[in-house]
């Protein structure tokens, strides 16, 4: 007889079957026993009597197999349970550093991470991951039906894309090389190496040494880039029927991980608001009195110009344009003399992605760069690029972790990241 | 009006149109010049007046806006061609340091992965990493379908997976740390988590020094991990049917990619043929007269074995098993006192997958790290998952540029990686 999934049960009611997965719950009641089981399906009631089989000694997360019949009952979950025959411990397990199968886990972060596994097998915290995967997928699926490639492009790097700052270095034979911050020159040239539309899901790699509830030294960045646009208001257009896509797809595929986490869906609407940064500065200092603003937003600064947004129009994200030439990387389009074509996505108070228009025309690109105190010369194989038709282009990032963080109403990013880096944590 | 694709065309034939790419070749009859132009959909002639339309100084691989008519044209490709009405430059293009609008490059290797992204406008070229795009999409499209979770988890780590060899080392701050040469261990801690089945396709780092035309010091690994299953026989069905689908999947999406290149699709047989490296190794001995062999077999043993069983067994496909301990890493699950539970899969004469049952119980792969001379101390975030209840489990990699150069016919594997790593190339 084959094993059958937990979420399966009901279909053999009055049969015999194998079930396999961790021992969730033990609670004993004399002569009867509650085993409550837990595979990657479910959790389902296992009762026991005790006079035929012996529990003494079970530890709960010990992997088990059981064997018995599934039968009605009403009064449980899924309304069956299984009156076991036989019990068997394929895998044992010592006695748990942390007690993983109430509720909620109440545990430090610490402690929840140097646990990450056990705390993993927590339903709630399971979760989210399956969450975080359809994320990654409906952003897949969506690009691919709208003719975009997937990618893979290195992550050992000869050169930084923001001009040396903030950078791994790996040691590469004899030589020194970096760890990719983003993918970004990589993505643009696989534009203008013909695919145009392109998308990558992969590691990016940060060396900031700030140890906040928003920062990863690496996280998962789902990137993509595309040509032959008039402005950054197409990518901006696209992001909107992306984020759409995704999350539509995410309560088709997880309804029953968002309801155990109690998620509140947002709406993404028709169109997301749009604000200047200039706006959303003054909006800042007259509304909220906040005058500590320099050229960019920070967390409070995000924090409440979303709640602006969200009482305004209703809406949980906004788009913050036009920020300042000193504030953008040297490859971003400039819009008249201090402005460029670019934009943040705000979504609940965090900034999920930067975007907006690159510069393809070779001159004007050297020419931002040395505007920037960065030399041309080291950036020669992106440079080259620009010199053979390189098409208008842009693109976007979105920090998955931050997604998936803002999206459960995650408190740290780091609970949205199985295994994470930081500069204090490097294990598990 | 909007730009539309060259494979829209046809569609529009008796009106005007806008289309949008890269000029292909130039073509001058006197007051009739031919110019190809491309998109990222394909390539169509468009037939300009030179009397109307200047076109002196027009280079190749500029980008460039056509407005004319699509008319029918029975003698060209798709039997639609544009009668130009308007031509216009929107980022022109230098003289190029290679020629690729030619059927096939004939560049080495060298010249071509220097010149990345021109190389790649060759329609040849960039249809290998199409067709890379569509095999990783069709890897996650049936696991997911089979329940699997994709994870996302770190290549920062803090230990290797086989004891320190072949690693990159990372300055992490004030530490060092490694990139991961596989996501092994925490592809078997999400097993552990309970997710049971779960998927990663991500980049995994080989500090190997050699240079060979079948490695990488960066690639693109697509890692698989079950738990609850019998034994390594189940790994090998599984990937059986994963590759069935992968290449099914690929004819439907990449027909034209294919055709372009003259591809050899394989057939997955609905059983590979399972060979025991110690039968293989005598049947090299006996019927090759290969002596030199010790323990695993080399890149002529592999094509060796590859061309037998195509001969007997009609299959491009081969499963080695049985492999010794002392060749497979510590996690590796013993069969008897010499023999593991462990496989290879060679195609056309290349291994393209690792895979085996692996260790899940603690006292076990303690002893074997002792067996292997590593300490297990040093492996202590690992070790922990076992101590709480790990099922039985196994998995695989499949190496992405390997079996898309294999599928090709791709000499080199550098051929099927879009900006490749290696001992002596670091850029672009």
Request: glycine residues 8%; negative net charge.
């Amino acid at each position: 007889m084959k094993r059958i999934l937990i979420s399966e049960t009901k279909k053999f009611t009055g049969n015999e079957v194998i079930i396999k997965g961790w021992l969730h719950r033990i609670r004993s009641m004399g002569k009867i026993a509650f085993l409550l089981v837990r595979d990657r399906s479910g959790i389902i009631q296992c009762v026991v009597d005790t006079r035929d089989i012996e529990i003494k000694g079970l530890k709960l997360e010990s992997v088990v197999e059981v064997r018995g019949t599934a039968i009605k009952n009403e009064s449980v979950k899924d309304g069956v349970e299984i009156q076991v025959h036989a019990l068997n411990v394929i895998s044992p397990a010592e006695d748990l550093p942390i007690e993983i199968n109430k509720e909620s886990l109440e545990l430090n972060l610490d402690v929840l991470l140097n646990n990450r596994v056990l705390s993993m097998r927590n339903p709630k915290i399971n979760a989210i991951f399956r969450i975080q995967a359809a994320l990654a997928q409906g952003f897949s699926q969506y690009l691919t039906q709208q003719g975009f490639t997937q990618i893979f492009t290195p992550k050992i790097v000869a050169e930084g894309t923001e001009g040396g700052t903030n950078l791994f270095t790996v040691d590469y034979f004899d030589k020194k090389a970096y760890l990719a911050q983003s993918p970004q020159f990589y993505k643009q040239m696989m534009v203008g190496a013909g695919y145009e539309r392109v998308f990558e899901t992969g590691h990016v790699y940060r060396a900031e040494s700030h140890d906040t509830k928003r920062h990863l030294n690496e996280y998962v960045s789902l990137d993509l880039e595309m040509g032959f646009i008039e402005d950054e208001y197409e990518i901006m257009e696209l992001e909107t029927e992306l984020l759409r896509f995704m999350i539509t797809n995410l309560t088709q595929i997880c309804r029953t991980e968002l309801e155990l986490l109690d998620a509140h869906i947002p709406v993404v609407p028709m169109e997301i608001p749009k604000l200047k940064l200039t706006e959303a500065i003054q909006i800042l200092k007259t509304q909220y009195g906040k005058n500590n603003i320099d050229g960019d937003l920070d967390p409070e600064g995000e924090a409440l110009i979303s709640g602006y947004v969200k009482e305004k129009y209703n809406s949980d994200f906004v788009f913050l344009t036009h920020y300042s030439q000193s504030k953008r990387p040297m490859y971003t389009m400039p819009a008249g003399e201090y402005e460029t074509h670019s934009f943040d996505l705000l979504f609940r108070g965090l900034e999920i992605t930067t975007g907006g228009q690159r510069i393809h025309q070779c001159e004007k690109l050297k020419s931002n760069m040395l505007k920037h105190g960065l030399n041309p010369n080291n950036f020669e194989g992106y440079m080259s690029v620009f010199r053979h038709g390189m098409p208008p282009h842009g693109g976007l990032a979105i920090g998955l972790e931050r997604i998936t963080a803002m999206l459960l109403g995650l408190e740290n990013v780091r609970e949205a990241s199985t295994f994470p880096r930081d500069r204090n944590r490097l294990a598990p």
